[in-house]
């Protein structure tokens, strides 16, 4: 065989997400598709390449089977992300200012944010791999992948998914950006099958508010 031609072979073996890998993504996949709506409790932490790590948030998280989903920030200060079914809108009380997302279901950021749970076709808009030297270990009985987009995000260059072996449920997700910060999520007290009430997706630009309009694709 041509050493050229072994070559790139090694080279498309070496590509090829591993099957425990995709199966994982699988399971998560089955799992929150016959899940209903989903609630659980989230902190999110940003990791500064430069200026290291930055207050913990942490909050409430609701999620219609729909694809439907509102993150209410509790602390350390009060904001609200909303996607209503067409348009999602990023709510700072404090700074007065309402950031809109239009034309939000069918943008990259959307599905970004849906794997970050384990909600949209993960493998429909990303590549599954094993994990790299990049991923934070996990913890026991849990499994973790990486996603990278099949198409441009900004700020995305890869998300860490972590979820538990015997479950299924996503425990955590980092989003590494391309400057080498990231933002890791970690979910708690989730809960399958809860209905919750569409009032819960509702949003309305309140007066008197600063608003920007962010492109669909989140920039």
Request: proline share 6%; net charge positive; aromatic share 10%.
């Amino acid at each position: 065989m041509s050493p050229v031609i072994c070559m790139v072979g090694m080279a498309l073996i070496a590509a090829t997400p591993k099957p425990d890998a995709l199966a994982l993504v699988e399971r998560v996949q089955r799992v929150y598709t016959g899940a209903g709506d989903v609630t659980a409790r989230f902190s999110q932490t940003y990791y500064d390449k430069l200026r290291g790590k930055r207050p913990t948030e942490n909050g409430l998280m609701w999620a219609k089977r729909d694809g439907r989903v509102r993150w209410s920030y509790r602390a350390p200060a009060r904001k609200d992300f909303v996607y209503t079914g067409r348009a999602a809108y990023f709510y700072e009380p404090s700074n007065a200012q309402v950031t809109v997302f239009e034309q939000f279901e069918d943008s990259p950021l959307a599905n970004a944010i849906r794997c970050l749970w384990g909600q949209g076709t993960i493998v429909d808009s990303f590549d599954v791999a094993p994990c790299d030297a990049r991923c934070q270990d996990s913890p026991d009985g849990t499994r973790s992948v990486l996603l990278r987009p099949k198409e441009a995000l900004a700020a995305v260059e890869a998300i860490q998914l972590t979820a538990e072996t015997a479950t299924g449920k996503v425990q955590r997700s980092i989003v590494f950006d391309p400057l080498g910060n990231r933002t890791e999520y970690a979910f708690s007290g989730i809960e399958f099958g809860a209905v919750v009430a569409d009032k819960k997706f509702a949003f309305r630009i309140p007066d008197g508010v600063n608003i920007i309009r962010a492109t669909p694709d989140g920039r």
